[in-house]
């Protein structure tokens, strides 16, 4: 199966950019018009982890001044998909693209187990009370989604969309615990887990096995069929099956694309 190119376009930074963004909606404000072309270019890794934003410059290619850009880097920051780093001997901070290493992503992934472990747990507990129709359709989207790509790449939903889907199922379990602790946690780390679900998508898209294609889309369904059976405990590990299969392809691929650019 090869990559899907469409999540490799580049995004451009110009002034063009902003001013069409200002004619579809007169009222946008240009900091929220320049983080939502950082954070498609994030999204899509047309800028790579780990790269330096340079805020000048990315404001001399916008054509607006610094101050709209830096509001939309700290806002990057606050949803955890840009990191700041302030050297000892200076006031200035630098800020750079979201990037994890091994042993983070694999402590990120062990949290996302605990949070949506147990919100699937608690969903299969009070099955009688909860939207089952909402989750399963969207557990269906996510099925027919990948079915589509092994089919036929051109005209199947992209990875964006595909993670679109997942992280909408995902969410959704979680609100529907209605615990409010819960909700919190995995909010606090959204924008995280958007990008890695992205990263997830395209990396068993990339493998070109069409196993894993099948499996990817499965197993949302797998977590609603065991919430809709009452059954709490095959819900947690129907879960934390899907958690663990996400973290595998995340740390397979990642140490790949690393040896290979070595």
């Not at 001997?89 to 472990?117: C, T």
């Not at 909860?130 to 989750?135: E, F, Q, T, V």
Request: hydrophobic share 40%; net charge negative; glycine share 4%.
């Amino acid at each position: 199966m090869p990559q899907d190119p469409r999540q490799r376009d580049g995004c451009q930074f110009t002034a063009q950019n902003i001013t069409a963004a200002q004619e579809k909606n007169p009222f946008a404000k240009i900091s929220d018009i320049v983080y939502e072309l950082l954070e498609k270019a994030i999204f899509s890794s047309a800028i790579p982890p780990g790269s330096k934003l340079n805020i000048s410059k990315l404001a001399e290619q916008m054509g607006v001044s610094t101050s709209p850009v830096t509001r939309a880097v700290e806002r990057l920051e606050e949803n955890g998909l840009v990191t700041a780093v302030r050297s000892s001997d200076s006031k200035y901070r630098s800020y750079f693209v979201f990037d994890l290493s091994s042993e983070s992503l694999e402590d990120l992934f062990v949290a996302r187990r605990a949070i949506e472990g147990e919100a699937a747990f608690l969903c299969a507990q009070k099955r009688t009370l909860i939207d089952l129709p909402r989750l399963q359709k969207l557990a269906d989207q996510f099925q027919s989604a990948w079915q589509d790509f092994a089919k036929d790449l051109d005209t199947a939903p992209t990875a964006s969309e595909r993670a679109k889907i997942d992280l909408e199922f995902h969410h959704q379990l979680v609100l529907t615990t209605e615990n409010e602790y819960l909700i919190d946690m995995f909010e606090t780390l959204q924008g995280t887990l958007h990008y890695l679900s992205i990263r997830s998508c395209e990396f068993v898209a990339t493998e070109q096995k069409k196993d894993n294609l099948i499996v990817m889309g499965s197993q949302h369904v797998a977590i609603c069929s065991a919430i809709g059976l009452g059954l709490p405990e095959l819900a947690r590990s129907a879960m934390e099956r899907h958690i663990d299969f996400c973290c595998s392809r995340c740390l397979i691929n990642r140490t790949f694309h690393a040896a290979g650019s070595r």
